[in-house]
């Protein structure tokens, strides 16, 4: 149980617990919203939106269960992810050979970092499930932005956490 996760609770900085607070908070907090507006929902509500964001079909309320269930999907994936240091990670992200020379405390940025990556896009995920739940909901359109922004901030994370750990691969090189 508990004892899996120690090895994370080692390694995980700050910035990571507080990504997986914010995580949480997103999640429940939809569920929690849906709970209690789940009597106003209308029978249809948007099922697609197209590029500029605006509602071109509907479908019936029951419909958004499976964004419900693909939200928590996503998050049982996120909590998943807390065991990885358990399964040789180091060697995945530096190789077997200098994965032994690598000090903690650069195996500790390499891991943080890492999970930075993929957990800000977990967060940048469930942000936008939460929102297009909350706008099919109010059967408002997204927002001519919706989209290009999803895109710029999930390149930038992958992008922009890549870059820092391929500079910390090439310290230990």
């Known amino acids: 149980g508990v004892g899996m996760f120690k090895e994370w609770k080692k390694l995980a900085g700050k910035p990571l617990r507080i990504i ?24 249809q509500v948007p099922q697609h939106w197209n590029f500029a964001g605006e509602i071109d079909d509907y479908a019936d309320a029951g419909s958004y269960i499976m964004l419900v269930i693909m939200m928590y999907f996503f998050y049982a994936w996120h909590q998943l992810t807390k065991l990885s240091p358990t399964f040789g990670w180091k060697e995945n992200i530096f190789g077997k050979e200098p994965a032994a020379k690598v000090s903690e405390e650069v195996a500790k940025e390499a891991f943080n970092t890492l999970m930075l990556m993929l957990w800000i896009c977990d967060l940048i995920l469930q942000i936008v499930l939460a929102y297009i739940v909350v706008c099919g909901v109010f059967v408002a359109n997204l927002g001519k932005w919706f989209l290009s922004v999803t895109f710029i901030l999930l390149t930038a994370d992958f992008v922009l956490f890549g870059i820092k750990l391929v500079r910390i691969k090439n310290r230990v090189r």
Not at 37 to 42: A, F, Q
């Open 20 to 43: 997986d607070i914010l995580i949480s908070i997103v999640v429940i907090g939809l569920t929690v919203f849906l709970i209690i507006y789940w009597k106003h929902i209308p029978e």
